[in-house]
């Protein structure tokens, strides 16, 4: 029950934010959504010159387009875009979920994650590197190097969960937006361009963790 009601409150959130904007076609890449940074939880890339769209969230699906985890006693995050090739043929190929490994970024807070608004990242395949993994992260294949820039990362204050109380903390969502681009070489070379995302996280398990 408890699962299902967050499910709810999670597509509200959704709704509210994209109540005065929509997802637009990209004017050169008609089939991927245009950049934006409106939390409109929207997303893409090509690979190797096929369309990859994010993931769209769902009444009934736990899925997200975006999540990012802070280990922040190992000043590090993880951010994982999810999603799928737009073709139905490669619909079940993968990669379903492209992670971004960054170091040297400290993010113990909610109030934390606007150190990275407008920041840009050089994935030098070493200390920061991409890939391709299963849900959630837990298995990383791949040390690729590229960039990833961040647009607009900031609170939503006019949307508020929680009441203060105790296990019920005052929550805000956050807007996270910005481009990425890849090079990544296992037993195929995949070429990552174009790529954007926006979306907007709430501190939860399956969408913006601090893991201590």
Aim: glycine letters at 8%; charged letters at 15%; aromatic letters at 10%.
């Amino acid at each position: 029950m408890k699962t299902n009601l967050l499910l709810i409150i999670l597509t509200i959130v959704a709704l509210v934010s994209c109540k005065k904007a929509s997802v637009r076609p990209d004017t050169e890449n008609p089939e991927l959504p245009a950049y934006s940074e409106q939390g409109l939880n929207a997303g893409g890339m090509l690979i190797n010159n096929k369309s990859w769209i994010s993931s769209r969230i769902g009444l009934f699906s736990t899925a997200r387009p975006l999540q990012l985890f802070s280990y922040p006693n190992g000043d590090s995050i993880v951010v994982l875009l999810n999603g799928g090739y737009k073709d139905s043929r490669l619909q079940y190929q993968q990669p379903r979920t492209i992670f971004i490994v960054l170091k040297n970024i400290r993010i113990a807070t909610d109030n934390d994650l606007l150190k990275l608004n407008g920041k840009s990242y050089n994935l030098d395949g070493n200390i920061n590197y991409g890939g391709f993994s299963d849900s959630y992260g837990y298995k990383k294949t791949g040390n690729s190097v590229g960039n990833i820039t961040f647009g607009k990362v900031s609170e939503i204050n006019n949307i508020t969960y929680g009441d203060g109380s105790p296990n019920n903390p005052i929550l805000h969502p956050y807007i996270v937006s910005g481009r990425l681009e890849m090079n990544l070489t296992t037993t195929t070379n995949y070429v990552l361009t174009k790529g954007r995302f926006d979306v907007n996280i709430l501190r939860s398990y399956n969408q913006f963790a601090i893991i201590l």
